[in-house]
């Protein structure tokens, strides 16, 4: 049955990448020479981007000191309510500059070229691991009040491009943003940034409500793909999974651009 669909899905996603026989010339965005790559970075510039060299299979935190081990001591002790996190790159430069530019300057073909990277992990991850993939792709949303600052939200823009060649569904009616925090990075401790977080995710009813002249049922998916730009000590996606998982979604897995430090 997994076998059948994940066949079905491959046959899908190659179709998908297909379109990207087709390369026109464009700049890298760091080196600025022409490239003939898919996105605007060439193989060279990709080759030296600081990447994770030893995650934890669950929350993708790189383990410190020589000794390899899969799990890191805190997933061990007291597992996320996601069933992993993965991140294309690391938080350094010139990710994290690149990251920015995206972000606050509207610098499109940036974030085009990144999730391209995290897509092509993506497919090979649950390509090679027989996983099952997700249902649904969903963004972090942002709360309407930082959405109209900023005109968009980055971790859907990363999830047009995952869904565009995955075929994935984008399923942006299920999680909401209710209320306005401030930004993660301005609460330092961990136990300032759980408390910034508390309530702030709701997940749409699943449930038709036939009192509401509005009624609307939206569908929970089994298996999540929760998208976002950068996870940093990974408590807005857990927080976030934890709601979805409440919500009656069996499995939620965290994908992100870069992973920060804490
Ligand atoms: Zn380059
Ligand atoms: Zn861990």
Not at 80 to 100: D, H, K, M
Not at 157 to 164: D, F, N, Q, S, Y
Not at 167 to 184: E, N, Y
Not at 201 to 222: L, W, Y
């Given at each position: 049955?997994?076998?059948?669909?994940?066949?079905?899905?491959?046959?899908?996603?190659?179709?998908?990448?297909?379109?990207?026989?087709?390369?026109?010339?464009?700049?890298?965005?760091?080196?600025?020479?022409?490239?003939?790559?898919?996105?605007?970075?060439?193989?060279?510039?990709?080759?030296?981007?600081?990447?994770?060299?030893?995650?934890?299979?669950?929350?993708?935190?790189e383990?410190?000191?020589?000794?390899?081990?899969?799990?890191?001591?805190?997933?061990?002790?007291?597992?996320?309510?996601?069933?992993?996190?993965?991140?294309?790159?690391?938080?350094?430069?010139?990710?994290?500059?690149?990251?920015?530019?995206?972000?606050?300057?509207?610098?499109?073909?940036?974030?085009?070229?990144l999730?391209?990277?995290l897509?092509?992990?993506?497919?090979?991850?649950?390509?090679?691991?027989?996983?099952?993939?997700?249902?649904?792709?969903?963004?972090?949303?942002l709360?309407?009040?930082?959405?109209?600052?900023?005109?968009?939200?980055?971790?859907?823009?990363?999830?047009?491009?995952?869904?565009?060649?995955?075929?994935?569904?984008l399923?942006?009616?299920?999680?909401?943003?209710?209320?306005?925090?401030?930004?993660?990075?301005?609460?330092?401790?961990?136990?300032?940034?759980?408390?910034?977080?508390?309530?702030?995710?709701?997940?749409?009813?699943?449930?038709?409500?036939?009192?509401?002249?509005?009624?609307?049922?939206?569908?929970?998916?089994?298996?999540?793909a929760?998208?976002?730009?950068?996870?940093?000590?990974?408590?807005?996606?857990?927080?976030a999974?934890?709601?979805?998982?409440?919500?009656?979604?069996?499995?939620?897995?965290?994908?992100?651009?870069?992973?920060?430090?804490?």
């Amino acid at each position: 049955m997994f076998r059948k669909r994940n066949l079905q899905i491959t046959q899908r996603i190659l179709r998908g990448l297909s379109g990207f026989l087709e390369f026109v010339p464009t700049q890298c965005i760091l080196c600025r020479r022409t490239t003939y790559a898919p996105v605007s970075l060439c193989a060279g510039c990709v080759a030296e981007l600081p990447v994770p060299l030893h995650p934890c299979a669950i929350c993708g935190e790189e383990i410190p000191g020589t000794l390899y081990s899969i799990f890191c001591s805190r997933c061990l002790t007291q597992p996320p309510p996601f069933a992993l996190c993965r991140s294309a790159l690391l938080y350094q430069p010139p990710v994290n500059r690149l990251i920015t530019s995206f972000k606050f300057s509207a610098r499109f073909e940036i974030g085009k070229a990144l999730s391209y990277l995290l897509c092509k992990q993506f497919i090979a991850h649950y390509n090679e691991l027989d996983a099952g993939f997700p249902n649904a792709l969903v963004p972090v949303p942002l709360h309407n009040k930082r959405l109209q600052q900023r005109g968009f939200n980055q971790a859907l823009e990363i999830c047009k491009v995952l869904a565009g060649h995955s075929r994935i569904k984008l399923q942006c009616d299920l999680l909401f943003r209710c209320r306005h925090t401030a930004p993660q990075s301005k609460a330092t401790s961990l136990a300032a940034r759980r408390k910034n977080l508390h309530s702030a995710f709701r997940v749409a009813a699943s449930r038709t409500d036939t009192h509401s002249r509005n009624a609307q049922t939206t569908t929970i998916p089994e298996h999540i793909a929760l998208v976002d730009d950068v996870v940093t000590t990974g408590s807005t996606v857990a927080e976030a999974a934890m709601m979805l998982r409440r919500a009656g979604v069996q499995q939620v897995d965290v994908w992100c651009l870069a992973r920060a430090n804490r």
